[in-house]
């Protein structure tokens, strides 16, 4: 479904709508124009426009698909059925790490994914900030600005860096973290952002990264990344991740099989 042009017109569409939309407004806002969605859950007038600019956008790029959007499940909670559905359904994120935004600090990113029958077929987050795309295509490999991605050698344990946001880990999970974490190399607490976590661990910077909250705008565009270029994106019992209407709770990205399996037996056996 996607050829070199679709995947070439996404990722301008996302550029784009970085530099009309949601740069402008970057340590611009007012705060008439940040407001909750939920306790600490912020949202901005950028999120909703981009959020508008990249809908319209996907839709004329491949007609006949859908969206599904943050902001639009934020008013309308049906729209998650739309996954798994018969149509092409693009996933969008138009500001991952809100918070960061709204508080004038990066990083943030816009994020899409596109899913159609056999499952993930397209990925492309972006960091405008620093200006780094990556981008997948089910088969055809993983890209950060162009180059491909190739896959990372395994490192022992006290090298591994990642990170393990735990603010939303049930008790149980939290302990063990705390406890195994001194077995691997660093593990932080990340950054806020999931799409440049992703982005972090296909260009190396880190190995491992695990989320309890998995929502498929934060989560569908990386996994396609992070397998593409060589690595296991899986729940916390081994599952592979599958996008699904039903989120679902736990998920652990790491650059292999060796990597994940050493992280989950230090962090969540």
């Not at 301008?12 to 407004?25: F, G, M």
């Not at 426009?49 to 809908?55: G, I």
């Not at 935004?101 to 900030?129: E, H, R, S, T």
């Not at 149980?172 to 001194?182: F, I, K, Q, S, Y």
């Amino acid at each position: 479904m996607i050829d070199a042009q679709l995947g070439s017109q996404v990722g301008a569409l996302l550029r784009h709508t970085a530099a009309t939309v949601v740069l402008p407004s970057y340590q611009h806002l007012q705060a008439s124009e940040i407001s909750e969605k939920g306790p600490g859950d912020l949202v901005t007038v950028a999120d909703q426009r981009s959020e508008e600019a990249l809908t319209a956008g996907l839709r004329d790029l491949l007609p006949g698909s859908v969206v599904v959007g943050e902001e639009a499940y934020a008013a309308d909670k049906s729209v998650l059925a739309r996954i798994g559905g018969p149509e092409p359904t693009w996933i969008v994120d138009p500001i991952d790490g809100t918070a960061n935004y709204a508080a004038g600090k990066g990083p943030f990113c816009l994020m899409v994914a596109l899913v159609d029958a056999k499952g993930l077929a397209g990925a492309w987050i972006y960091d405008p900030i620093d200006d780094l795309m990556g981008y997948a295509v089910a088969g055809g490999g993983a890209f950060l600005d162009d180059v491909r991605v190739e896959p990372a050698a395994p490192l022992p344990a006290e090298r591994l860096r990642g990170v393990a946001a735990a603010t939303y880990y049930p008790a149980n999970l939290r302990a063990r973290v705390a406890g195994g974490a001194d077995r691997l190399g660093e593990v932080t607490n990340g950054q806020r952002c999931a799409g440049r976590e992703y982005l972090d661990l296909v260009g190396g910077r880190q190995q491992f990264a695990m989320s309890w909250r998995t929502w498929p705008w934060d989560h569908a565009p990386g996994a396609l990344l992070v397998r593409e270029a060589g690595g296991v994106v899986r729940r916390l019992d081994g599952a592979e991740y599958v996008v699904a209407a039903d989120p679902g709770e736990g998920l652990l990205a790491a650059i292999d099989d060796q990597t994940w399996q050493t992280v989950a037996g230090a962090l969540v056996a």
